[in-house]
């Protein structure tokens, strides 16, 4: 290898420099196959210590800094992404082949600067930091900074998830955290474009250098190592379930926080009853759902349980011809379409009977023929582990079961999920079999969804983007939403007899904002504390 | 070992029942060193494998169980521990040999019965549950009950963190689920007291068989199955740091919630100011809450920092004289007394002087001198991780600075602890040093106090029993505290478009208890949803 003098900078210290690489990588065009100009570097430790320390020097510095000003980045921030939206989403689709509109263009550039914003009003108002006085104690806590967190971004999202650009940074830096972003290798040069605007607004807020820092690529023990270092307080990471376990031995021996979205299958039950009633408008839902996006969606319904029956056989019958009349779309890399066939490999050898036309299209992008496959309950129950393989991209399996106890033994073979969908009868002739099976599936899922599908992930206070285990790493926390998302990158303080003049803001007799909730004496106010 | 049929029996499924024991052992009088009458069983797994299913069943019945019930259940308890009190206290004391009065009777009992009724009270209110909700979106979500949790509680507390009576119980029957208890063994007389009358309780008030359930003692490797197992949602322990990282390993590797509190050093800073101005009065201070329930406090001042100079020394000499004129206090047990001889052995061995009399004294019961040791900064800085061995009894290390500097440079030695505590001047004219100090404590520790000692804990919302890695798992969450401690025993839940009369309680638009604090379209409300 030899790192040359073209290899594209990495962001650290607040200065575009030249990379201690190992190697090098290009992004490849998934329409084509073919690499993109811009080369990129594999960085070295060497890199991770200078981003560790002045990731650290940042969260000095940021202690004294008012919050207001972070707040004013974030939006500066989401004002310059709207200027270059169009040369980003130009890259965006020819790194990862997501359609430049709607998707990209419409739909998430618009969620990425409109999360930007929350987190900025979120960092200014505060509520979210469960500021706690108990006057006649005088004992007062507060969710405080972690510290600098590093964020691992996935592959299918490249801005509203992307490592410098995405909820786990918008929830990072409104905490009040520096973060050091490890692009997603299938998308280097949007993460470019998205960090050199972050930098230059963070420029312009006087943030400290160190603020947003970006590596493009570490080898996985270089990526371990960081996630330990003393210099880190806490890890964003949404990707695939192996790497995710990964850095989540690294990090859990290590004793560090660690929060995880790693992958989901999103049982979708559809009800006898709400097949009589719209069996043709529910197929519909579930096709665009499904394929959308190629499928890559985290809550793609990947996995779909129905009744044995007429109604259920003519379902079937309608997927199977739309998704076969839908073209194929494009997938995010080489990468996803070899672990999506290996996955309806292991299906199919578990049994899995194909519905649709052979997997592997034979074609110049990069792609795989929308797949459907089918097997019964009880073969399902027989090996429910390879069954719920998940096969990220524009596939499902229908589990066909006899009766509802079967499908109620399915629910409970189920591993943690994102999500959990039921869809049931409006007059009520479904309400039996849900109120069975409801009990058996909210506890294995973050987010219950009744009659629609699960692929909408709205950014709100209320959002649940998480899940049991594997689904996530822990369940009492969403990576979407915000203010719910922020809490993550927090460390509960406590100020017990503090004197007042030596007290964060937030938890002052003053009320820091004159209308920031905080918990005083047992009831949230927005009030100053009397005493 | 030969079960016998005179084996203590264990509480399973709402009987106590004969365990399948695979050993037996008995509580050792710690003021005599002899075994007292009752003999105790060691459990196998079978015992666990009921435990777990009843705990299962247990916790299906509960989620149609109004809260209310679980509210008087926990009260019930509190009124009858207070009707038994004398039988526990006089137990607890033969146990552990912590004075009966003030500690069992006049402290730690009310304390644990204050517990009980808190947690009772926010079982009822429920607005720790955080409930959100977006009427516009149609989400909403809460924390939710997460299942069966173990509680595993430390030797000190033989009531107020009690597997079956303390913080940890408290909180996760308050925030909806059932219990299996694991005695500590040093005081398992107290335990099954405890749990006879808790059980009573829980008949009288209708809880599930399995609500609370207690076995006695588990070999290491059962205690790890009892953890990961599948029936299991989450555990709490407080106790070693070794025992504690045997069980989180285990409990990372499956992907289970684990809330520990291991250990902690709780260093104290004495600013030369405060020691020029309250000299005597710090000594004094100090010399109770290091000696009080013979030192042995998880917020006990283990590490004392203060400058080289003569107000220093002063005070040094002043502590030397109250520790070697107050009487050795009994420790818990011999193993405790095995562990700080230990730690002091290895705090000698790396430099620390010792300042008081050698610590093995010879006597009947289970106890060792009261200890000071002394090194100085620059020692400390050489061997930090052994200096901060944690001594768990009545002795303290006393470091001694050259300068400001130097001491900055031990704080930043420091590992996670639950507290840290800076004595300043009221004048000012320590405050230099203190804004010096204060951000390198401050992100050390969970709770940072200003001029009192440690050791007093209360159980207020404003709380944080917790700190950084290793004093706790997770530096998010606190072990005391109603409701703060609720949320680690529950599962973020969303409810997505479900239909009204499908919503918990806690989520439908009428406020559930007409006081219900809820997050309702960004802003927090009691009243009811309007749409």
Chains 1, 2 share one sequence.
Not at 99 to 112: A, D, G, K, M, N
Not at 242 to 263: W, Y
Not at 331 to 352: C, F, P, R, T
Request: neutral net charge.
């Amino acid at each position: 290898m030899n790192p040359s003098a073209s290899l594209q900078p990495v962001l650290i210290d607040g200065q575009w420099r030249k990379s201690a690489a190992s190697g090098s990588f290009q992004a490849i065009n998934p329409r084509t196959r073919t690499p993109l100009d811009a080369v990129y570097p594999i960085s070295t430790w060497t890199d991770c210590e200078r981003a560790l320390d002045a990731a650290a020097r940042a969260f000095d510095t940021l202690r004294n800094l008012p919050v207001e000003r972070i707040a004013r980045f974030l939006e500066a921030y989401a004002d310059r992404i709207e200027q270059r939206a169009a040369a980003i989403v130009e890259l965006a689709n020819l790194e990862t082949a997501l359609p430049v509109t709607p998707r990209l263009q419409e739909i998430e550039l618009p969620r990425t600067t409109g999360q930007l914003r929350q987190a900025a009003a979120a960092a200014r108002e505060g509520s979210w930091r469960l500021a706690t006085i108990d006057t006649r104690a005088n004992i007062r806590s507060y969710l405080a900074p972690i510290g600098p967190v590093a964020v691992f971004g996935p592959n299918n999202f490249p801005l509203a998830f992307g490592s410098v650009s995405g909820g786990d940074f918008a929830a990072a830096i409104a905490a009040g955290n520096p973060v050091i972003g490890k692009a997603n290798s299938s998308h280097p040069g949007t993460t470019r474009l998205l960090a050199e605007e972050a930098q230059r607004a963070a420029e312009e807020n006087d943030m400290p250098p160190g603020m947003v820092q970006l590596l493009y690529r570490l080898p996985h023990e270089e990526g371990e190592r960081l996630v330990i270092d003393p210099r880190l307080a806490a890890t964003g990471y949404t990707g695939s379930r192996q790497a995710g376990l990964r850095l989540k031995r690294a990090a859990d021996v290590a004793g560090k926080p660690i929060f995880l979205e790693m992958s989901s299958i999103n049982p979708v039950v559809l009800l006898p009853g709400a097949l009589e009633e719209r069996s043709a408008e529910i197929a519909a839902e579930f096709t665009t759902s499904c394929l959308m996006g190629t499928g890559q969606f985290c809550t793609n319904p990947g996995l779909v349980i129905l009744l044995a029956g007429e109604a259920g056989e003519r379902w079937i019958r309608e997927v199977v011809d739309r998704f076969s009349q839908a073209p194929a779309g494009t997938l995010l890399s080489a990468s996803v379409q070899e672990s999506l066939l290996s996955a309806i490999k292991i299906i199919e050898s578990a049994g899995g009977q194909r519905l649709t036309e052979p997997a592997g299209a034979p074609d110049d992008r990069v792609c795989c023929a929308n797949t459907l496959l089918r097997i019964s309950a009880g073969q399902f129950l027989a090996q429910p582990a390879a069954l719920q393989t998940e096969a990220f991209g524009n596939a499902s399996l229908l589990v066909v079961a006899a009766n509802v106890e079967q499908l109620v033994r399915v629910m409970e073979s189920l591993a943690g999920n994102l999500t959990g969908t039921i869809y049931s009868a409006t007059g009520g002739q479904d309400d039996p079999a849900y109120d069975r099976l409801e009990p058996v599936l909210r506890r294995r899922v973050g987010r219950l969804i009744n009659d629609k599908m699960p692929t909408g992930v709205a950014v709100s206070p209320a959002m649940n983007h998480g899940g049991p285990y594997p689904a996530t790493g822990n369940s009492l926390f969403t990576a979407v939403g915000i203010p719910a998302s922020l809490p993550r990158f927090s460390t509960l303080q406590c100020f017990d007899n503090v004197r007042p003049q030596r007290l964060p803001r937030w938890l002052r007799d003053k009320n820091p904002t004159g209308r920031t909730w905080r918990y005083v004496d047992r009831g949230w106010t927005q009030a100053d504390v009397s005493r």
